[in-house]
């Protein structure tokens, strides 16, 4: 895995995803940063389907946790966007998904604060300068 990817399109950035997402292992935490339209949905979608799992990846409004379970692992991919802070991420099961060796993906980690790990991978997806175009940065 590269540091940085310029990619342009929607494929692309599912094709980093899948490589991305060969690296997981359970107990993993990916935080996913950028603004609103920057991919985070449109990474998680590419690594769910990494992963095998069946059911889509939508970008729902009221849903702030859907699971996605997989032979190979069951991914959890959180929005945390409506919510403020770590109390309302505890009370969507946060740490149960965590003692359960979930995958998680996690868009909007700054409402979750302190519970997230030391060791959490950090992903930050910033706009182009075209329409689809958008750069993919991977913390060491
Ligand atoms: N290279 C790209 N990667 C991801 N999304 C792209 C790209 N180019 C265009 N798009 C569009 O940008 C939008 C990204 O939305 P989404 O993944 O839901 O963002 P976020 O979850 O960060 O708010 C989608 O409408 C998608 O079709
Ligand atoms: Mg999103």
Redesign the pocket.
């Known amino acids: 895995m590269n540091a940085r990817y310029e990619?342009?399109?929607?494929e692309?950035?599912w094709a980093v995803a899948r490589e991305f997402a060969a690296e997981l292992k359970p107990g993993d935490v990916v935080c996913l940063e950028?603004?609103?339209?920057?991919?985070?949905?449109?990474?998680t979608q590419g690594v769910a389907s990494a992963l095998g799992a069946k059911r889509p990846v939508t970008?729902p409004t009221f849903c702030l946790v859907v699971e996605h379970p997989s032979e190979r692992a069951l991914l959890v991919h959180m929005d945390l966007y409506r919510l403020h802070d770590a109390d309302d991420v505890l009370a969507i099961g946060w740490e149960d998904y965590l003692a359960r060796g979930a995958v998680l993906l996690v868009?909007w980690p700054d409402r979750a604060g302190d519970l997230i790990p030391a060791l959490a991978r950090h992903v930050r997806?910033t706009l182009g300068a075209t329409?689809?175009?958008?750069t993919i940065e991977f913390a060491p």
């Open positions: 990619v342009e399109g929607v692309q950035t950028g603004d609103l339209g920057a991919g985070k949905t449109t990474f970008s868009e997806f329409e689809d175009s958008r």
